[in-house]
């Protein structure tokens, strides 16, 4: 829906941006132009990073990051703005659903960034995963990532300025496409489009065809899946689903069931999955905390007037820093 914007384009999910942070100490200084080289040839080459279905030219990619400038974020960003290119857009977006938990990441990225959370009742959420064709977790990790999605906005909301984070809900979004994409352009300081509301065209061309699981987005905005956890989830599921994540669901507007108390060797498994996942994010930002203590060079993208302002960079005499800012 955002990518069919005129001014905006939201590439497929790819899977080079949080590889390559963690790495950057990997590539050294990216001021020095052959390691920009580096790190753009593994983004361009590597499959795992699903490079190629943004449909970019390789090389030309990387002769642009080696002629920009010589931050990390700069040479994600460049990705991302070439892709925009392709449809001589000036904004980019990007999406994966593990950003709400990483926003601190990307802000160190990209500091003039605004986030858009989408919000789902959390046993859909559940009822999704189980079946995607990659996901290969069980249904303690599906409820595991929603509280913690859901905690982590919750955080976000209290601690980020109102021009740069954004909450809807799939429910209202799938309910009166129009309103809500009137206000979230809003948000974005942009006008609003008819095309949002119908994304099918856009679909043909920003959703590769193998990922089936995104075949909703082929035709009109549809409610066909709200509240398909009913017949999707075990009872078992639903009476754990709501047992932890009530309060949650409730503080987002979902009416809970009633369901009978969970089982207590599912509560059980539920605490001990998410004990695990705790104890492993405080590993990685353990390590993050060390690692920006040795970073070869800098990390915030400097590819607009903005992100030249915030990092301090001077701009030319007869430029304020509030037009740069605006022209950013």
Request: charged share 30%; proline share 6%.
């Amino acid at each position: 829906m955002l990518h069919s914007h005129p001014r905006i384009a939201v590439a497929p999910e790819t899977r080079f941006l949080v590889p390559a942070y963690h790495r950057r100490r990997t590539y050294g200084d990216l001021r020095v132009e052959e390691r920009r080289r580096a790190l753009a040839q593994w983004i361009s080459s590597d499959r795992s990073t699903k490079f190629h279905e943004l449909k970019l030219a390789k090389d030309d990619y990387v002769r642009q990051v080696v002629e920009g400038p010589g931050s990390l974020g700069s040479v994600i960003g460049t990705t991302f703005r070439m892709y925009a290119d392709r449809f001589d857009k000036p904004r980019w977006g990007d999406k994966r659903p593990s950003y709400v938990k990483q926003v601190d990441m990307l802000l160190r990225l990209f500091p003039d960034a605004q986030f858009i959370h989408l919000i789902r009742d959390g046993r859909d959420c559940v009822s999704s995963l189980k079946e995607m064709p990659w996901y290969n977790l069980d249904s303690f990790h599906g409820i595991s990532t929603w509280a913690e999605a859901i905690d982590a906005g919750n955080k976000l909301r209290r601690t980020m300025p109102e021009d740069s984070y954004y909450e809807l809900r799939y429910e209202d979004l799938t309910d009166d496409p129009a309103t809500e994409m009137k206000k979230l352009c809003h948000f974005l300081d942009e006008d609003f489009d008819p095309m949002m509301v119908s994304p099918r065209e856009a679909a043909q061309v920003a959703v590769p065809p193998h990922k089936v699981w995104h075949r909703n987005t082929h035709g009109e905005v549809t409610r066909s899946r709200v509240g398909s956890w009913t017949n999707r989830l075990d009872s078992w599921e639903i009476a754990l689903c709501e047992q932890a994540l009530g309060a949650r669901l409730q503080a987002n507007g979902y009416e809970l069931t009633g369901a009978p108390a969970a089982a207590k060797e599912h509560v059980a498994s539920l605490q001990k999955t998410m004990q695990k996942r705790r104890a492993s994010r405080m590993r990685k930002a353990m390590r993050d905390r060390i690692n920006r203590l040795r970073e070869p060079s800098p990390v915030a993208a400097l590819l607009t007037s903005k992100q030249q302002v915030l990092a301090g960079v001077p701009q030319p005499r007869n430029e304020s820093p509030e037009l740069a800012q605006r022209a950013g």
